[in-house]
């Protein structure tokens, strides 16, 4: 297994023989509105050249739609024919963009020798859920692998837990950036009103939850130092870990463009 942060929670995964690009945000710097009124987004640009992400994919595998993990660009320069992998709740609208083979999952998908099982998340708790729409995880297995558990989008909740459990993942790609939206800066409030903060993803403190919780397992954070509503940076993500008394074998948190290769 080969694991590649692109951006965001753009990843690019070498497993079961084939190549997997995770949740494509290829659009450029400042192309997105801020989601807490500090800056447009992305705030960093890609690594690499669009063609040099794409080169070789042979399947996109997206989580949700949300322009961070889905955009303009990707929709625009990803070429129609790559079989895409999404949540049913998701299929029509990716085939609405032209996309030729799209796969939907609901519960598990055959990929050639590859299990793909679609597992729960949840984009954040209380009023902000009624605006954040379906979101999925996903548990890869294949011969000669070890298990992979890509979370999506999610706090550390009972469905993380249960996923745990079932699956018993050795590797875990975590959003992890603590990204949380505010009454001042609410990108929603033609919908919903909130009067507090809500944390929507993981942040270093759920990061620990989840290291404790199974220790059998190595951590991969992602979802850091590209948005404008992070809470969590990749230095004090390590510092706080570090300073929790957990082999720091068991976390890595990759720059862009970082590959990091698993036996």
């Not at 070789?56 to 129609?80: C, G, M």
């Not at 590797?171 to 009067?195: H, Q, V």
């Not at 720059?255 to 990091?260: K, L, P, S, T, Y």
Request: with cysteine; hydrophobic share 40%; net charge negative.
């Amino acid at each position: 297994m080969e694991i590649q942060l692109i951006r965001n929670a753009t990843v690019k995964i070498k497993f079961g023989n084939k190549t997997w690009l995770i949740d494509p945000f290829l659009g450029d710097v400042n192309s997105l509105p801020p989601f807490a009124g500090k800056s447009d987004n992305p705030t960093v640009p890609l690594p690499f050249t669009i063609s040099e992400i794409l080169e070789d994919v042979d399947y996109v595998l997206i989580t949700h739609l949300h322009p961070d993990h889905f955009d303009s660009k990707a929709k625009e320069l990803i070429p129609k024919t790559i079989p895409f992998i999404v949540q049913a709740a998701d299929a029509q609208e990716v085939k609405s963009f032209g996309f030729e083979n799209v796969k939907s999952i609901d519960q598990e998908i055959i990929i050639d020798t590859i299990k793909i099982s679609r597992v729960t998340a949840q984009h954040g708790e209380g009023d902000i859920l009624k605006v954040m729409g379906h979101v999925s995880g996903y548990i890869l297995e294949a011969d000669q692998e070890q298990t992979l558990y890509i979370t999506g989008d999610t706090i550390w909740c009972d469905s993380v837990k249960n996923n745990l459990d079932k699956f018993q993942p050795d590797i875990i790609i975590c959003n992890a950036g603590g990204n949380s939206f505010y009454p001042e800066s609410n990108p929603f409030k033609t919908y919903l009103d909130i009067e507090r903060s809500y944390k929507v993803i993981m942040d270093e403190k759920q990061v620990l939850e989840l290291l404790n919780y199974r220790d059998e397992t190595t951590v991969i954070t992602v979802h850091m130092g590209a948005l404008d509503h992070e809470t969590v940076s990749r230095e004090q993500m390590k510092e706080f870990i570090k300073a929790s008394n957990i082999d720091m074998k068991r976390l890595r948190v990759p720059e862009d463009g970082e590959v990091i290769k698993l036996n």
